[in-house]
């Protein structure tokens, strides 16, 4: 089945960057949107931000002009970089992807296991 991949959390001073990415693997035919999401503790999963396929990117309001996501359609992979951090950013980052598997007709929603992003204040 598909896989997701996460990588590039870790611990950041605020007003550090950090550069997520999210590989994706199997039987793949073709990849829609892709996105991040992210958990806070004692909060509810939130979107970040997400791609289509066309490279059309949206954002939640809290992070635009901070963060920009990005994707290699060759790798089947996506970017979330990250800058100007604050502490709210604190979380577990979630990548998402709406994939087609090769023979299949409906798309399958992937999830990552997750990367923790910590920023300290």
């Known amino acids: 089945q598909v896989q997701l991949v996460e990588s590039g959390g870790g611990l950041v001073q605020a007003g550090g960057s950090l550069r997520l990415s999210c590989a994706a693997s199997?039987?793949?035919?073709?990849?829609?949107?892709m996105g991040w999401y992210r958990q806070a503790p004692g909060k509810q999963r939130e979107l970040v931000a997400t791609?289509?396929?066309?490279?059309?990117?949206e954002y939640a309001d809290s992070v635009k002009g901070r963060f920009t996501i990005s994707r290699d359609n060759a790798k089947n992979t996506v970017y979330l970089q990250m800058n100007s951090l604050k502490p709210e950013d604190t979380a577990v980052y979630y990548c998402?992807?709406?994939?087609?598997?090769?023979?299949?007709?409906?798309?399958?929603?992937?999830w990552g296991q997750g990367t923790q992003v910590t920023v300290s204040s």
């Open positions: 998402n992807a709406a994939v087609r598997l090769i023979l299949a007709t409906v798309l399958h929603n992937a």
């Open positions: 199997g039987p793949i035919s073709s990849i829609n949107a």
């Open positions: 791609i289509t396929a066309g490279t059309i990117a």
